[in-house]
T-cell receptor, first 113, second 113 residues
Framework: GENVEQHPSTLSVQEGDSAVIKCTYS??????FPWYKQELGKRPQLIID?????GEKKDQRIAVTLNKTAKHFSLHITETQPEDSAVYFC????????????FGGGTRVLVKP | DAGITQSPRHKVTETGTPVTLRCHQT?????MYWYRQDPGHGLRLIHY???????DKGEVSDGYSVSRSKTEDFLLTLESATSSQTSVYFC????????????FGEGSRLTVL
């Protein structure tokens, strides 16, 4: 089955700096790669996703890049703000309805004012 | 948030007792999932459902069973709780239209003494 590795496990950045989280996956058939954000004590929520037919996707201060050849994808957060402090999870699946997501271990991001 | 709720939100029980967690969604979503969240492991899939009475095992299904008698309800049962099942359990449903997005419940924190 699919295996998703996520690094780093913790990340501390100064407010205004950029944060980058990297994930690798094992199943070359995977073609859907979402990122979820979980604030302390809350439920995970989707913040951005990418499918294998594109290499990059942006939404305001967040962007995701995908390298299918190398089987890795990354989340980039620019101009970090205190409200970006949370745990971020990457995931991968085959992308069709009902496909089960395999999650990475999570990255705890702390944005220091 | 999609209308998905879990009960109970917190439970403390003793080793060897059965426990049932309930997930209820009002979105008429076909696909539903149970994940457990543990530090360093991200979210791991326990069981999932493709529809009423249609369920299958995930990667960490030992010691768990599920039932789905109605579209809106997905029950997770720990047949005989063990300390290793102390965790936070998240239910999720998948939105319509093949978006792949999961909508999570608030989580149920289970402690097995």
């Amino acid at each position: 089955g699919e295996n998703v590795e996520q690094h780093p496990s913790t990340l501390s950045v100064q407010e205004g700096d950029s944060a980058v989280i990297k994930c690798t996956y094992s199943d070359s058939a995977s073609n859907y790669f979402p990122w979820y954000k979980q604030e302390l004590g809350k439920r995970p929520q989707l913040i951005i996703d990418i499918r294998s037919n594109v290499g990059e996707k942006k939404d305001q201060r967040i962007a995701v890049t995908l390298n299918k050849t190398a089987k890795h994808f990354s989340l980039h957060i620019t101009e970090t703000q205190p409200e970006d402090s949370a745990v971020y999870f990457c995931a991968a699946s085959l992308g069709a309805a009902g496909n089960k997501l395999t999650f990475g271990g999570g990255t705890r991001v702390l944005v220091k004012p | 948030d999609a209308g998905i709720t879990q009960s109970p939100r917190h439970k403390v029980t003793e080793t060897g007792t059965p426990v049932t967690l309930r997930c209820h969604q009002t979105e008429n979503h076909r696909y539903m999932y149970w994940y457990r969240q543990d530090p360093g492991h991200g979210l791991r899939l326990i069981h999932y459902s493709y529809g009423v009475k249609d369920t299958d095992k995930g990667e960490v299904s030992d010691g768990y069973s599920v039932s789905r008698s109605k579209t809106e309800d997905f029950l997770l049962t720990l047949e005989s709780a063990t300390s290793s099942q102390t965790s936070v359990y998240f239910c999720a449903s998948e939105g319509r239209g093949n978006t792949g997005e999961l909508f999570f419940g608030e989580g149920s924190r289970l402690t097995v003494l």
